[in-house]
């Protein structure tokens, strides 16, 4: 199991004392987040993409590659790239260009989004947002595994002999997740390729994602990449901790009610009972949370949202204290338990490489000629 947090990068009023931090305050805080996130020995570090306020990472590979030389061994991701408003050429060589710069400690997450508006300014239309996540996938997927590139589709130009560079580290592209809250096209994208599907399970209740997981997970077996259980399977989670619930509920509720997403809406107590969010101790959010796999089977990362609604730096970093030192450690022992030796682990770069590499000796193999028996 991998676990870590992502971020959605918002730029809002902290409600208890009426104060906007600046945009640059916001950058620098998500970068003193995914430092602290490594500190405490959290394995993921993950970042949205956002082009309107009130959001900032509008160019994460520009802030994943200015994390990736402050760190050592925290993974570096997405949550999400844009597949459907970003050219599938640019993308492939921003990743490629930054799993060099972070020797590997890359993935990358596909998304349509959810804010309507951005699709004109790069030119899309929204009505066709499946079809261009699709389509633009399809190249993407050519372009990291082919050293030339012939293409032509609906929605950009043709490419002729087209070379992508840098090429992937050791030939082996960054891991590929497909995130969705409710779009069973984009788990069966996830599951013809092989890739990963992340579940952002934040807003909905778990029948949906349990629905949507167990599509995933069905026709990924269809598809020849193994048993259904063994489809990798990422969710998105929150929480707020305190020593006591009552503390956490009362510090937080005021950010809730404001929040850029949901407040105004449910009250905390409907919210946290249909979603996972959790408010409360650390053993409450380690309960909520080792019960996941009860329902969506065992899956390979769990990510949370932390940094959101206006929360002050300082309390994203106790906050961060907690998670990494009572809450994951536990996690990961509880969700070790009874975990099927059949079941894969999170994928890493260096685990990918040498997969590759024993499927090239395999076919190199194979295919020798057999030697002649000279024996007389």
Do not use: C
């Not at 949370?289 to 009860?294: E, T």
Request: no cysteine; net charge negative.
């Amino acid at each position: 199991m991998q676990f870590g947090i992502f971020t959605v990068g918002d730029v809002t009023t902290d409600p208890t004392t009426g104060r906007t931090p600046t945009e640059n305050e916001r950058i620098k805080a998500m970068v003193a987040i995914a430092l602290k996130a490594e500190e405490v020995g959290l394995d993921v570090f993950a970042t949205g993409e956002h082009h309107n306020p009130p959001f900032v990472p509008s160019s994460p590979t520009t802030m994943l590659g200015y994390i990736a030389a402050q760190t050592e061994r925290i993974l570096l991701s997405t949550s999400t790239t844009l597949i459907t408003t970003n050219d599938p050429v640019k993308i492939a060589e921003d990743f490629a260009m930054l799993q060099h710069l972070a020797d590997g400690r890359v993935d990358v997450m596909m998304g349509r989004g959810n804010t309507g508006p951005v699709y004109p300014w790069f030119g899309k239309d929204i009505r066709q947002g499946v079809e261009l996540a699709l389509e633009n996938y399809n190249l993407l997927h050519r372009l990291w595994r082919e050293e030339y590139v012939d293409w032509q589709g609906r929605f950009r130009t043709p490419l002729q002999g087209f070379q992508s560079t840098p090429r992937p580290l050791d030939d082996v592209p960054p891991f590929v997740w497909h995130g969705s809250i409710r779009t069973p096209e984009i788990a069966e994208q996830a599951a013809f390729y092989g890739d990963g599907f992340f579940a952002n399970n934040i807003f909905w209740p778990k029948e949906h994602f349990m629905r949507l997981i167990g599509l995933y997970r069905q026709r990924f077996e269809h598809y020849g990449h193994g048993r259904a259980d063994q489809a990798i399977v990422g969710l998105g989670g929150q929480a707020f901790i305190r020593k006591n619930s009552q503390d956490a509920v009362s510090e937080f509720r005021p950010y809730f009610d404001n929040a850029p997403v949901y407040g105004h809406g449910p009250s905390l107590e409907d919210f946290t009972e249909q979603t996972p969010l959790t408010v409360g101790s650390p053993q409450q959010v380690i309960d909520r949370y080792a019960a996941m796999r009860d329902y969506f089977g065992d899956y390979q990362r769990q990510l949370f949202l932390m940094d959101h609604a206006g929360l002050p730096l300082k309390t994203v970093l106790e906050q961060l204290d907690i998670l990494g030192e009572e809450v994951v450690p536990v996690l990961r022992k509880e969700l070790a338990v009874n975990r099927p030796e059949s079941v894969p682990d999170a994928p890493t770069h260096a685990a990918r490489v040498a997969e590759a590499r024993a499927a090239e000796t395999t076919v190199e193999t194979a295919a020798a000629p057999e030697k002649e028996d000279t024996h007389v």
